[in-house]
């Protein structure tokens, strides 16, 4: 079997490995100390895109859902790729002050002060199954907090994908003991 872009098919572990390969490590940004996983060397390869999709595809082929959700703004490349794969809706989440009609809003705080995300309140009928993606799971706010917004207008999260995971940070561990099932293509150790 072909992946959907005509690349030979890759097994899991060796696909993972060409995955990992295109991701570019860089050192002491956005500060010191800071070890920045950067995952747009993955997407200007056309075939690790593909490859990746493809990994995603594979994971949730089976999962009974009526949508794909994505978080702003690189959780958009993710879940957008993944829902055309799929033929499934794509429903974004924004930061606030990005969508025109009227939304549902959830702040949160962060480290260093709060942010907000926000959905159309017509994005969602009440009991659709989603999964929802971004491109990264580091402390795990962004993700609660647009669980907490998918939980208010009725949707029914059955997983959460990340391209990596940054376990050391603790999002994921904090999502698993809330009873949400994550899946990452990667983990990275550090922050």
């Known amino acids: 079997m072909e992946s959907s872009k005509g690349t030979p ?3 899991g572990a060796e696909r993972l490995a060409r995955i990992r ?3 570019r490590a860089i050192p002491d940004f956005p500060k010191p100390g800071i070890m920045f996983r950067d995952i747009t060397t993955l997407w200007n390869d056309a075939d690790g895109f593909c490859l990746s ?3 995603f595809a594979e994971k949730y082929r089976s999962a009974r859902i009526d949508a794909v959700v994505g978080i ?3 959780g958009f490349i993710i879940a957008a790729a993944l829902a055309d794969r799929l033929g499934k809706a794509f429903i974004p989440v924004r930061k606030q002050g990005k969508l025109p009609a009227e939304v549902e809003r959830y702040e949160y705080e962060l480290e260093y002060g709060r942010d907000c995300v926000e959905i159309h309140k017509d994005a969602i009928v009440r009991g659709q199954r989603v999964i929802i993606m971004d491109d990264l799971m580091a402390t795990g706010g962004t993700m609660l907090a647009s669980l907490e ?3 208010r207008v009725g949707a ?5 994908g990340v391209l990596v995971d940054l376990p050391d940070l603790g999002g994921s561990a904090k ?4 009873g949400h099932e994550i899946f990452s293509l990667l983990e990275f150790p550090g922050h």
Do not use: Y
């Not at 029914?156 to 959460?160: M, R, Y």
């Not at 999502?175 to 809330?178: E, F, G, I, V, W």
């Open 175 to 178: 999502l698993r003991a809330q």
């Open 149 to 151: 917004l998918l939980r």
């Open 72 to 74: 702003e703004s690189r």
């Open 156 to 160: 029914e999260v059955v997983s959460c």
């Open 9 to 11: 098919p890759a097994s």
């Open 53 to 55: 999709t493809d990994a």
């Open 21 to 23: 390969s295109k991701i």
